[in-house]
């Protein structure tokens, strides 16, 4: 069915926001897929994906989503640490231990204080006697801490860092006999577990999940930082080795991280977290679903278009999912912008539209991959400039390395063309054909390509308009 048969023109329709925090309308066309089902199912812990993946638009709808499925046996609490909290954060140590070992051992505190206050209001009644004793001392901790109002994680932090002087763990049974003036400035392992075991008493009768998200919005790549955020991840592990059970009882941490910072962190034991991570990656069946979803009843994606294809023998909706990194944010923005060139009687969106749409899209995406790796390679400017004005096919890596030693000249004299070309490789700006077969592979359509040292070399389409890339035939 036609817009025209309903009475709509392409300025009724609501694609929703590219920003997931505020599209209000989120949970009536918020897609189930996979990766909503691990985050559900206690099982992965880590939830990784670039930007505009879909990484908020889960943690927002994760209290309803967990609610439908287990009702009120699952409690759900969202931490999103703010500058401030990151900056405390940063500062706190312990003596004698490494950084990281440090950081992990703030964040399970911070977890342990927000798991703990997300079950104050659960009807005594409901808990076993056991849990209602740990629920007790939970509201007593958490009462003579931080008063009436529900802890922050800048507020938790802020108060970490005075030490453990600053706690009154009276609810803990240490009163009377406590020398607190010779307690060391550290947050002990002890008091961790104390707080983290009472937790877990009362999760015996119900569950809770926290996560976590908005991680990079503080990164700054600085050496602080990747502890600090592989502390989280140690102790994101440490918390649901301990306490979490896949029947949704018991305490379960979840982070969502952009995965090109993941990827850059080293750590020991990295590759222990392998069975918890899971990539939240788009194909175009899954896009076209989500689009769907947000049209009028009994319209599809198809029926918006007009009729036909595009050059080159594809659907216009195929035409848009190819210039785009498969993530809903882009699609959004590249439908958003067709629908601010149709005219105001228009009830499909036509070719010429969408072509044209795509030169001001086409420039968004160039700037907003700067914005998106500058601080993760502070080179990653010049290195996007130096593909303007070039071709969008290479027949062989060794032919793009020349280019980039050609263009990139003080790039590489700091680092190898190939570490340059890995670098774009990653970022899904470039792909690869192998053996002059099939079409152009991208790591955003499988996070587990690896660069290969031979095949021809292609510029994403998304890139094209933006840097004035011409088109050669094979």
């Known amino acids: 069915m036609k817009l025209s048969d309903k009475g709509f023109t392409i300025k009724d329709l609501d694609f929703g926001t590219v920003d997931a925090e505020a599209d209000r309308r989120l949970a009536e066309y918020f897609i189930d897929t996979p990766q ?15 930007k505009g993946a879909g990484k908020s638009a889960i943690f927002t709808q994760l209290s309803r989503l967990a609610t439908e499925r287990y009702k009120e ?20 140590q312990e003596q004698g231990l490494l950084l990281e070992q440090a950081h992990a051992n703030a964040w399970k505190f911070t977890i342990a204080v927000d798991a703990a206050a997300v079950l104050l209001d659960v009807p005594p009644e409901r808990l076993k006697e056991n849990a209602q004793k740990a629920l007790d001392r939970i509201r007593k901790f958490v009462i003579n ?17 005075k030490g453990l002087n600053a706690f009154n763990l009276e609810a803990f049974g240490f009163g009377i006999g406590f020398e607190r003036d010779k307690q060391q400035q550290i947050l002990t392992p002890q008091v961790i577990d104390l707080l983290l075991d009472a937790t877990n008493d009362v999760c015996n009768d119900l569950g809770v999940i926290v996560a976590i998200d908005r991680l990079d919005d503080s990164w700054d790549g600085s050496d602080v930082s990747k502890s600090l955020m592989i502390g ?7 918390i649901n080795d301990k306490y979490s059970l896949t029947t949704g009882k018991g305490i379960h941490v979840i982070t969502f991280l952009r995965s090109d910072i993941y990827q850059g962190l080293q750590f020991d034991d990295k590759d222990k977290h392998r069975a918890i991570e899971e990539e939240i990656i788009w194909n175009p069946e899954l896009l076209k679903d989500m689009v769907n979803a947000r049209l009028p009843k009994d319209i599809s994606v198809d029926d918006i278009f ?3 294809e595009m050059r080159g023998g594809i659907a216009p909706f195929n035409y848009i999912a190819k210039r785009t990194f498969l993530r809903p944010r882009e699609v959004i923005q590249f439908l958003q912008e067709c629908q601010k060139r149709s005219t105001f009687d228009a009830t499909e969106i036509s070719k010429d539209t969408i072509r044209e749409a795509e030169e001001r899209y086409s420039s968004w995406k160039v700037e907003d991959l ?4 500058r601080r993760l390679f502070p080179g ?11 071709q969008n096919r290479y027949d062989s890596v060794d032919e793009f390395l020349a280019l980039i030693e050609d263009r990139a000249k003080d790039l590489c004299q700091e680092y190898s063309s190939h570490e340059l070309m890995k670098r774009l490789f990653n970022a899904s700006i470039i ?3 192998l053996g002059n077969a099939g079409t152009a592979r991208f790591r955003c359509e499988d996070a587990d390509l690896l660069l290969p040292a031979t095949g021809s070399v292609y510029i994403h389409q998304s890139l094209h308009k933006g840097l004035n890339i011409r088109e050669t035939r094979s």
């Open 431 to 433: 792909g690869v054909r």
């Open 306 to 308: 007009e009729e036909g």
């Open 370 to 373: 700067k914005q998106e790796y």
């Open 380 to 390: 990653f400017d010049d290195l996007i400039e130096s593909l303007r004005q070039t």
């Open 73 to 92: 046996s699952v409690r759900v609490s969202l931490m999103t640490p703010d500058q401030y909290a990151w900056g405390a954060m940063k500062d706190y």
């Open 145 to 161: 801490n931080f008063g009436e109002n529900a802890p922050t994680p800048t507020n938790t932090v802020g108060r970490l860092l």
């Open 36 to 50: 909503v089902n691990q985050a559900l199912s206690f099982r992965s812990a880590h939830f990784l994906g670039r």
């Open 232 to 238: 989280l991840l140690k102790a994101t592990k440490e």
